[in-house]
């Protein structure tokens, strides 16, 4: 099997896993249907903008815990917050943010890719949502899907090879008229802004 193709196979199968059991650290919501590894890729545009001044993640794929600080987590979940490090997540080393259940939750994932955006690019047409944007100067996208509808995950693209996601499930949360991606774009800038702080 092509290496790329066994790397998107793994990729979306984690995708899944996100939404069969929340309760687990994944890296992005999952796609509407997870594509066999000898999917084809999507007839739409696959190529996934360069990142200008690529970030090294390292030092947050060892510790994902402090993509956000405390007062960050308790500002979108509340004083009750469980933080919950996993280092061997599903979808690469990730850290999880939880209100008191069945409350919100944030998950950070740093997953293991060579091909950063790429990959989410050659199958968009598995998302219902697939939004194109930019988070503090980098190239990212906004994903979801009918089966989770009110949860959302901004995938970020740190260099041509590696990329970063927040996934953000409000629940209940009163999100002030925002969607759960608007929120979730806050929540991924933010994490950004830690990372480029601690360089």
Known sequence: MHARVALAAATLAALAATLACTTRIAGIASPATTPPATAQPATTSTAAPA???????????????????????????????????DP???????????????????????????????????????????????????PAVAVSTSAVPDA??????????????????????????????QAGRRIASEVMANIETSR
């Open 51 to 85: 990142a200008e001044t690529p970030l090294n993640l390292d030092a947050h794929r060892g510790t994902p815990c402090t993509s956000l600080t405390d007062a960050q987590a308790a500002h979108h979940l509340g004083d009750e917050v469980d933080k919950q490090p």
């Open 88 to 138: 061997e997540g599903l979808a690469g080393p990730g850290c999880r943010w939880q209100s008191p259940p069945p409350g919100a939750f944030i998950t950070v994932s740093y997953p293991h890719a060579d091909d950063g955006l790429a990959v989410l690019h050659r199958y968009r047409d598995q998302f219902d949502t697939f939004e194109e944007l930019q988070v503090s100067g980098y």
């Open 152 to 181: 959302c995950t901004i995938t970020i693209g740190a260099s041509d090879t590696t990329h970063l996601a927040v996934h953000y499930a409000p629940s209940n949360t009163d999100l002030g008229g925002l969607t759960a991606c």
